[in-house]
């Protein structure tokens, strides 16, 4: 995949130190369906990581689901986010979520943080 709207590994977070910093020092904001953690780095790319765990989520096929939604709103906007690290985690009511319902949480919260 070519183009501005690219995902690349540079604009993951991958290291638990860094979801740990994260999640241990960054802002939290909550919103119906998802947590969002956001740990503010000036002067760096914007990165993402989503930690959504099993016992929230129990079906991989919602997890993924959530996972791709939660990627395709951070590629969106992941220029306006730049000096963020974001890090999503879930609500165990995300599972029955609609994508429709699932997408307006994410963009509630990207919107609460910019």
């Not at 986010?81 to 974001?86: H, Y």
Request: aromatic share 6%; glycine share 8%; with cysteine.
């Amino acid at each position: 995949m070519a183009g501005p709207l690219r995902f690349p590994r540079s604009a993951r977070l991958l290291a638990k130190a860094a979801f740990d910093a994260a999640f241990g020092r960054g802002a939290r904001f909550g919103g119906q369906f998802l947590r969002l953690h956001v740990l503010m780095l000036p002067g760096e790319p914007a990165r993402l990581g989503c930690a959504l765990a099993k016992r929230s989520i129990p079906l991989s096929t919602d997890r993924n689901r959530v996972r791709r939604q939660v990627r395709e709103a951070f590629r969106h906007q992941r220029d306006a986010l730049a000096g963020r690290q974001l890090v999503f985690s879930a609500k165990p009511e995300a599972a029955k979520a609609s994508n429709p319902a699932v997408r307006a949480d994410i963009e509630r919260l990207l919107g609460e943080e910019l």
